[in-house]
């Protein structure tokens, strides 16, 4: 009788501190009285990189690999889309595969390039070939395998990258001994981020006291000195690709000042004697001309005749220069008219015996412009 409360009462002990035992003893009755049949459905195998990144003007393939399970009977039916990155929008369609024929699904940017990398997508291989990539092609990309009841789906990330351009290498400080000189470095193109790296080709590494930024692409050297001088190279990559530049690094020693001065001082004594002769020259020019001009001058009034002295008034003169005297005369009732320099005139009958003629010298008349 002890014995049997004693077993009631660690029962009761057991079932208060594992309350779920009963549901447990439960279930695997169950369990063991119904015969369960479990199926493996539709699988994607493929195991490749869940992100990819290539370089622009690149091929690519996203593997999507599957392997139908034998309760899967019906119609193989396999979409690559994009995954839209807001989740309230539909997922945009490229290329899908059913009843043994392919489609292509609009004509946007996304779709170029694009086909099924095997030729019969319903034997096992669903993956995706892409020519000639394009940063517009950077997305999500979701592969979706169904043959009901089984159904399974992959996703892919792709990133496409630009590759750097060959970058531009110049110095800035005068390379001269005892001067700050930096290195710059600069690719114009590329997909970021990029990474700058300097190397010295010649004469061993740079030396400790130079700094560079990897970021930026600049080597500073504080204290330019010989051991510094060289042939450096300047490399440039990202995730897809890399290029370089070189230059030739110099240390020039700095100009003696005490030279640059006296040069400045004779330079400018022989600029002052250029411009004293220059103008001597000029000086001399003008005065040849001149002299030229009075000389030329001279020689016209030489060739001149002097005006002819007359003892008769200037006005006189002019008229009598100008305008000849004319001269009437009355011969046998008849008026006959002569030209000369003034006077009277005297016919030749005269001598014979005839009747004097007499001449009466006409006047000009300057009003009228001829003899009245």
């Known amino acids: 009788m002890l014995r049997q409360s004693c077993s009631h009462l660690r029962s009761a002990f057991l079932l208060s501190r594992l309350p779920w035992l009963p549901v447990?003893?439960?279930?695997?009755?169950?369990?063991?009285?119904?015969?369960?049949?479990?199926?493996?459905?539709?699988?994607?195998?493929?195991?490749?990189?869940?992100?990819?990144?290539?370089?622009?003007?690149?091929?690519?393939?996203?593997g999507c690999s599957y392997t139908p399970s034998p309760s899967d009977t019906g119609e193989l039916d396999i979409e690559w889309?994009?995954?839209?990155?807001?989740?309230?929008?539909?997922?945009?369609?490229?290329?899908?595969?059913t009843s043994g024929t392919k489609y292509v699904h609009g004509n946007h940017a996304l779709a170029k390039g694009l086909s099924f990398a095997a030729q019969d997508p319903s034997m096992g291989d669903a993956s995706l070939f892409?020519?000639?990539?394009?940063?517009?092609?950077?997305?999500?990309?979701?592969?979706?395998?169904?043959?009901?009841?089984?159904?399974?789906?992959?996703?892919?990330?792709?990133?496409?990258?630009?590759?750097?351009?060959?970058?531009k290498c110049w110095a800035e400080g005068g390379e001269l001994v005892g001067k700050a000189v930096s290195l710059h470095c600069n690719s114009a193109r590329g997909s970021t981020p990029l990474t700058y790296m300097w190397r010295r080709e010649s004469t061993g590494p740079i030396p400790a006291p130079a700094t560079q930024n990897s970021v930026t692409g600049e080597l500073k050297i504080s204290n330019h000195s010989g051991?510094?001088?060289?042939?450096?190279?300047?490399?440039?990559?990202n995730a897809v690709g890399a290029e370089h530049c070189r230059i030739n690094l110099k240390a020039n020693k700095p100009p003696?000042?005490?030279?640059?001065?006296?040069?400045?001082?004779?330079?400018?004594?022989?600029?002052?004697?250029?411009?004293?002769?220059?103008?001597?020259?000029?000086?001399?020019?003008?005065?040849?001309?001149?002299?030229?001009?009075?000389?030329?001058?001279?020689?016209i009034r030489?060739?001149?005749?002097?005006?002819?002295s007359r003892p008769v008034s200037r006005h006189t003169s002019h008229s009598v220069s100008r305008h000849p005297q004319v001269t009437y005369c009355q011969v046998g009732g008849t008026e006959v008219s002569s030209f000369n320099g003034g006077g009277t005139n005297t016919p030749s009958g005269n001598s014979h015996g005839h009747t004097p003629v007499k001449c009466t010298p006409a006047e000009y008349d300057r009003k009228y412009g001829y003899a009245v």
């Open 256 to 299: 003696n000042r005490a030279a640059v001065i006296v040069g400045t001082i004779v330079g400018s004594l022989l600029l002052i004697f250029i411009l004293l002769v220059f103008a001597g020259l000029l000086y001399w020019k003008l005065s040849n001309i001149r002299r030229y001009e009075k000389e030329f001058s001279n020689e």
């Open 302 to 308: 030489e060739d001149v005749p002097p005006p002819e």
């Open 81 to 97: 889309s994009v995954v839209s990155p807001d989740t309230t929008q539909k997922d945009q369609m490229l290329m899908s595969y």
């Open 24 to 62: 447990f003893l439960l279930c695997a009755a169950s369990l063991l009285s119904t015969d369960f049949k479990c199926t493996q459905g539709m699988q994607v195998t493929s195991t490749g990189p869940q992100t990819i990144q290539k370089a622009e003007g690149e091929s690519v393939t996203l």
């Open 130 to 167: 892409i020519s000639l990539l394009s940063p517009a092609q950077s997305a999500t990309y979701q592969c979706k395998v169904k043959k009901s009841p089984g159904v399974d789906m992959r996703k892919v990330s792709l990133v496409v990258m630009v590759k750097p351009s060959v970058p």
């Open 227 to 237: 051991s510094f001088a060289g042939i450096y190279l300047c490399e440039v990559n």
